[in-house]
C-alpha cells in the first residue's frame, strides 16, 4: 500500500473532524466561485448520508471504465471534488490509498462518511491549489466537479498535471446533449431556464423549490418510465427524460433535483469537446463510456 506524501506546503489551519485532522488550504484564486463552493458546501452538508449499496450500484454505473490496471492496491489516488466522499468510499477498497480534496464545508460530510475508511486523508483545498507536486498520483478523477469551475479546461490541465507520466485520470462532465434527438433537447431548455430561477433564489427557498420539483417533476416522469419498462417497453423507457433515475431511490432524486436546480454555474459538453481538452491537458488512449451518466471518460497521461 502507498504511503502518502507531505504537503508540498504548510496548511493555513487544522481542523477537527469525525475521521480526523484535516488541513486547509487556500482556496482563493481566480479559477473558483466562491458563492458555488459555498452552496455546494451547503448542499452535501445537507444530502451527506449514503447507504453503501447505494453507492456500490451508482458507482458501477459511474466507474464501468475503470479497470483493475488503472485502478489496484499499488494505485495513490486524488480525488479532486470529493463532496461527500461518495466515490473516494467507492474506490477506497480498490485503491491502495486516496487523498480526497474539496474547498467547501462539504469536506465534513466527507468526514462522516469515511470516518472508518483508513485508507483516505482529508484535505480542504480546491482544485487550483492541490497541495502536492506534480507527478504524485497513479490515478486522478474529478467526477461532475469542473463543469461547475469557470474554466473547466484550466481546471482539468490543473488536475492532470498531478499525475504521474502512464497515470490515469477519470472525469466526469455534464453532457450537451450531443445524443439526443431535437425533442429532448426542447424540453431541456424549458428545463434550464427553470434552474437559471430557481438557483437564484435564497438557500431556504431554493432547496424548498428543488424538493417540490423533485415530487412534481421527476418522480411523475421516472415512475412512467418504470411502468413503460414492467410493461415490456424498455426502449421508450430508456429514452425518456430521467432515465438514469429508474433505479434511485427518492433520497438519491431529491440530492439530485438540489444539484441540478440548485447550481448557478454549470457547463456542458459533447464527447468531442470532452476528448479535445483531455487531449489539451496531455491525456491519450481516450474512453469515453458508452453507459450514462453521459459522459464519463477515461485518459492515459502521455
Not at 506546503?9 to 479559477?31: K, M, T
Request: aromatic share 12%.
Amino acid at each position: 500500500m502507498p504511503n502518502p506524501v507531505p504537503y508540498n506546503s504548510r496548511p493555513d489551519e487544522i481542523i477537527d473532524s469525525a475521521s480526523g485532522e484535516i488541513a486547509v488550504f487556500n482556496s482563493a484564486g481566480q479559477n473558483i466561485d466562491s458563492k458555488v463552493v459555498e452552496e455546494f458546501g451547503e448542499e452535501w452538508l445537507k444530502f451527506n448520508k449514503f447507504e453503501d449499496e447505494v453507492i456500490k450500484q451508482i458507482g458501477d454505473e459511474y466507474f464501468d471504465i475503470i479497470t483493475d490496471e488503472m485502478v489496484n492496491k499499488s494505485t495513490y489516488a486524488l480525488d479532486v471534488g470529493c463532496g461527500t466522499g461518495r466515490w473516494t468510499k467507492y474506490l477506497s477498497s480498490k485503491a491502495g490509498f486516496i487523498e480526497a480534496t474539496d474547498p467547501s464545508n462539504a469536506i465534513f460530510a466527507a468526514s462522516k462518511l469515511l470516518e472508518n475508511t483508513n485508507n483516505v486523508r482529508l484535505t480542504r483545498a480546491s482544485a487550483e491549489n492541490l497541495p502536492f507536486n506534480d507527478e504524485t498520483f497513479d490515478f486522478a478523477m474529478a467526477v461532475g466537479v469542473l463543469h461547475h469551475i469557470p474554466n473547466t479546461q484550466v481546471a482539468m490541465n490543473d488536475c492532470v498535471k498531478k499525475i504521474k507520466k502512464g497515470g490515469y485520470f477519470y472525469v466526469y462532465l455534464y453532457y450537451s446533449l450531443d445524443n439526443r434527438g431535437s425533442l429532448y433537447k426542447l424540453i431541456f431548455g424549458g428545463v434550464n431556464f427553470l434552474r437559471k430561477a430557481v438557483s437564484a433564489l435564497p438557500g431556504k427557498s431554493k432547496r424548498f423549490a428543488c424538493d417540490l420539483i423533485a415530487i412534481t417533476v421527476y418522480m411523475p416522469v421516472i415512475i412512467t418510465g418504470r411502468f413503460f419498462k414492467v410493461l415490456g417497453l424498455k426502449k421508450i423507457a430508456n429514452k425518456m427524460p430521467l432515465s438514469t433515475y429508474h433505479n434511485r431511490n427518492f433520497f438519491v432524486v431529491r440530492n439530485d433535483s438540489l444539484d441540478r436546480f440548485g447550481t448557478r454555474l454549470e457547463q456542458r459538453f459533447s464527447a468531442n469537446e470532452i476528448v479535445s481538452m483531455m487531449e489539451k491537458a496531455g491525456l491519450t488512449d481516450i474512453v469515453i463510456s458508452k453507459n450514462s451518466p453521459y459522459h464519463h471518460a477515461v485518459g492515459r497521461k502521455i
